[in-house]
């Protein structure tokens, strides 16, 4: 199961809500992991915007509740406009809430993406056959990671490009791997570190989305690998 919310809206439309959050992760002192908040938006921001259009669904707009007080709001809106302007075109608005009446220890933002999609797209789980290519496009980062090796993070442009490919599956992977990822898409095939082979790691935290799993037909492969240049990496599954 994807990790949104869908509400019919009207015989042709529906709403899809996808959110993420993030505790302890800003530039307060007892922060566990000290990055800028306009970093922090972004990869928030990134969660729950894949996850909406990885669904089939066009985002309109962005909600933030902020916790990390006033002053770092301006900073959290740059980082979400980061994250817009790399998927071009789309006009998506931004509002949102901080609590300015108390004082917390540790950052803590919330962030919300609605979008819309047509009533009649379908969400049942695919089934796997011989004719099925399967790739991660993207490593799997987490924490400290994201400062030393943001180079490995795919960027928001070619997320989009692939959802633009006809056929093509896409899911963000997040801290529970990308087995866990792969078993969500999957209906009736099993994937485990023992029949999947990859030089990616399948069960590491992908921490903010920085992969992403696509999955084609095989005739699909040699336009994936296009798109994805030095970014895919091949799943093989043996089951």
Known sequence: MRDILIIPLSEEE???????????IGMKRNDAVQVPYKMVAYYLFRVAVMECISAAATPFAVVIQNFC?????????????Q???????????????????????????????????????HSDKLKYNSGTSIAVIGSPLVGQELLEMEEQVVPL????????????ATIPVGSRGILHELNALFDGT???????????????????????????????????????????????YSG
């Open 14 to 24: 529906n709403l899809v809500i996808a959110s993420d959050n993030s505790g302890s």
């Open 69 to 81: 007080g006033d002053n770092d709001w301006h900073e959290l809106l740059e980082g979400i406009e």
């Open 83 to 121: 994250g817009i302007s790399e998927l071009e075109k789309l006009d998506i608005q931004i509002t949102g809430s901080t609590e300015t009446n108390f004082v917390m220890n540790q950052s803590a933002v919330g962030l919300t993406v609605l979008g819309k999609r047509r009533a009649n797209v």
């Open 157 to 168: 442009s070619v997320f989009m490009e692939v959802c633009g490919m006809e056929d093509v």
């Open 190 to 236: 099993p994937f485990t570190e023992q029949n999947v082979d990859s030089t990616v790691k399948l069960t590491k935290s992908s921490g903010p989305s920085t992969c992403f799993v696509a999955v084609c037909p095989t005739e699909k492969l040699d336009e994936l690998k296009s798109i994805s240049g030095r970014y895919y990496y091949e799943l093989i």
